[in-house]
Nanobody, 122 residues
Framework: QVRLVESGGGLVQAGESLRLSCATS????????MAWFRQAPGKERAIVAI????????FYADSVKGRFTISRDNAKNTVYLQMNSLKLEDTAVYYC???????????????WGQGTQVTVSS
């Protein structure tokens, strides 16, 4: 059974850091592309970062490049999103997503977590 469970969200001040985690199944950890999306208040859900099944290839949205790092530890069935230098505009619900083949910025991922709230205050 494929399951994605995000954790690590919370309330932080601008400039601080958070690390989000997404617990996955062994099936996903083995060969699935993983991605992080976010949905800010009043906005559409948008890509944040993508990582290939091996972890060798990554993609970042321009808005987070240089500040966020996606990584995965397949032995622990977990994907991470390290978020540094957080800004007010990073406030959103963050979702992890998985797909067996898709590696793209759209919503066409087969599996989604429930989301975790990240709120950045001034």
């Amino acid at each position: 059974q494929v399951r994605l469970v995000e954790s690590g969200g919370g309330l932080v001040q601008a400039g601080e850091s958070l690390r989000l985690s997404c617990a996955t199944s062994a099936q996903i950890a083995s060969r699935y592309v993983m991605a992080w999306f976010r949905q800010a208040p009043g906005k559409e859900r948008a890509i944040v970062a993508i990582i290939s099944w091996s972890g060798d290839n990554t993609f970042y949205a321009d808005s987070v490049k240089g500040r966020f790092t996606i990584s995965r530890d397949n032995a622990k069935n977990t994907v991470y999103l390290q978020m540094n230098s957080l800004k007010l505009e990073d406030t959103a619900v963050y979702y992890c997503a998985a797909d067996s083949q898709y590696y793209g910025i759209g919503d066409e991922y087969d599996y989604w977590g429930q989301g975790t709230q990240v709120t950045v205050s001034s």
